[in-house]
T-cell receptor, first 116, second 116 residues
Framework: NAGVTQTPKFQVLKTGQSMTLQCAQDMNHNSMYWYRQDPGMGLRLIYYSASEGTTDKGEVPNGYNVSRLNKREFSLRLESAAPSQTSVYFC???????????????FGPGTRLTVT | AQKVTQAQTEISVVEKEDVTLDCVYETRDTTYYLFWYKQPPSGELVFLIRRNSFDEQNEISGRYSWNFQKSTSSFNFTITASQVVDSAVYFCALSEARQGSYIPTFGRGTSLIVHP
């Protein structure tokens, strides 16, 4: 049982390049999330998918797109990377799915992205 | 205004001291959930506890205890007899219902340093 996995672990991009961060979970969770973590800012929600087939914007969606490929996988795409997107990106999942209960989240190990 | 305020940016203690991490939240909902997560130096976030707004019982788990007070909108976390392994960044989070799903908002975190 791997939990939440993310690839890659590290990435360096030049301004204007594109890339996709991959996330997968094997806990049969309904909801998946993408966060970015910057020093002193805590975790900020980029996009989330409450259930398979739906995606919604979070607090800081500009410059990103997401795809909920299936129940297991949720990818984050940077179409044209900018230095302001240098951050650590975390994927998370929870039972969620429109439930009446606010479930806890389980996080992946993170991707450290540098945009030069 | 922040929905979740962790006013202590960094706390430094010596091993065996007790330490309390503060969390103050803001919501208009009557049903909501509160969480604490730990992020050790390795970087991965680990879930510690979940509380719903109707359950104000304090909880103790080993050296960890949580004090939830709706009257002051606080959900504080105390570590008794701290150990070096407790050194980490601790995040408090609030989950509110949004379009049928519970979406969390994180505080900016408190960095706890426990010196031997």
């Amino acid at each position: 049982n791997a939990g939440v996995t993310q690839t890659p672990k590290f990435q360096v991009l030049k301004t204007g390049q594109s890339m996709t961060l991959q996330c997968a979970q094997d806990m049969n969770h309904n909801s998946m999330y993408w966060y970015r973590q910057d020093p002193g800012m805590g975790l900020r929600l980029i996009y989330y998918s409450a259930s398979e087939g739906t995606t919604d914007k979070g607090e800081v969606p500009n410059g990103y797109n997401v795809s909920r490929l299936n129940k297991r996988e949720f990818s984050l795409r940077l179409e044209s990377a900018a230095p302001s997107q240098t951050s650590v990106y975390f994927c998370a999942s929870s039972k969620g799915g429109g439930s009446s209960i606010g479930y806890e989240q389980y996080f992946g190990p993170g991707t450290r992205l540098t945009v030069t | 205004a922040q929905k979740v305020t962790q006013a202590q940016t960094e706390i430094s203690v010596v091993e065996k001291e007790d330490v309390t991490l503060d969390c103050v939240y803001e919501t208009r909902d009557t049903t909501y959930y509160l969480f604490w997560y730990k992020q050790p130096p390795s970087g991965e976030l680990v879930f510690l506890i979940r509380r719903n707004s109707f359950d104000e019982q304090n909880e103790i788990s080993g050296r960890y205890s949580w004090n939830f007070q709706k009257s002051t909108s606080s959900f504080n976390f105390t570590i008794t007899a701290s150990q070096v392994v407790d050194s980490a960044v601790y995040f408090c989070a609030l989950s509110e219902a949004r379009q049928g799903s519970y979406i969390p908002t994180f505080g900016r975190g408190t960095s706890l340093i426990v010196h031997p």
